[in-house]
């Protein structure tokens, strides 16, 4: 059965922490893995990834994939109040997406 | 470009009633795909509907269908609705669902059963 997995559930740090999201996988036929942010409304895409080791960055947040270990993580630095989301992760079999349940992120000022 | 839009927001229905949910897709994208989520499951996928043919099907049980036109629209209906169905359903699209696409998410229409 294909899965992804996602940990911590939740987290809770203090402005300025960096923190390291989890997001392993077992699909069959694995096309790429996509990360997104979702507040109180519909999921923003953050990142795409096809190719391991290879690091996307934006501004604070970077990701990077390892296709062999079948797991991605989602990095952010210096962390903002206005970080404080829910962080899916999904993969695209070329067929369909499957999620993750997400990584609820509080930032405490 | 408008985004995906989603119609409507949200809706109030009571067991056994059926409701239909509507999705525009962004111009150009051809593929829409339907999610439940739930605080306990997360994002469920329901099905993926690609040139007014559905594609892919996920696990729900057939009170659940779609459709969508030539014109890429697509609505979704439940009947017999029951209290699990409570939920925010989710519509995506994207150019055609291959490997290097990306899905664009409408706001999500937030369905209440009593």
């Known amino acids: 059965e294909d899965k992804v997995v996602q940990s911590p559930l939740s987290l809770v740090v203090h402005e300025g922490d960096t923190v390291t999201l989890n997001c392993s996988y077992e699909v069959t036929n694995f096309r790429s893995l996509l990360w997104y942010k979702q507040e109180k409304k519909a999921p923003t895409f953050l990142f795409m990834l096809?190719?391991?080791?290879i690091e996307k960055k934006s501004g604070r947040l970077s990701s990077i994939l390892d296709k062999k270990e079948l797991f991605s993580i989602l990095n952010i630095t210096a962390t903002q109040t206005g970080d404080s989301a829910v962080y899916l992760c999904a993969t695209n079999t070329g067929n369909q997406f499957y999620f993750g349940t997400g990584t609820s992120l509080t930032v405490i000022p | 470009k408008a985004g995906v839009t989603q119609t409507p927001r949200y809706l109030i229905k009571t067991r056994g009633q059926q409701v239909t949910l509507s999705c525009s897709p962004i111009?150009?994208?051809?593929?829409v795909s339907w999610y439940q989520q739930t605080p306990g499951q997360g994002l469920q996928f329901l099905f993926e509907y690609f040139s007014e043919t559905q594609r892919n099907k996920g696990n729900f049980p057939g009170r659940f269908s779609g459709r969508q036109f030539s014109n890429s629209r697509s609505e979704m209906n439940v009947s017999t609705l029951e209290l699990g169905d409570s939920a925010l359903y989710l519509c995506?699209?994207?150019?055609?669902?291959?490997?290097?696409?990306?899905?664009?998410f409408g706001p999500g229409t937030r369905l209440t059963v009593l």
């Open positions: 096809t190719s391991s080791g």
């Open positions: 111009s150009g994208h051809r593929s």
């Open positions: 995506a699209s994207s150019l055609k669902l291959t490997s290097t696409d990306t899905q664009y």
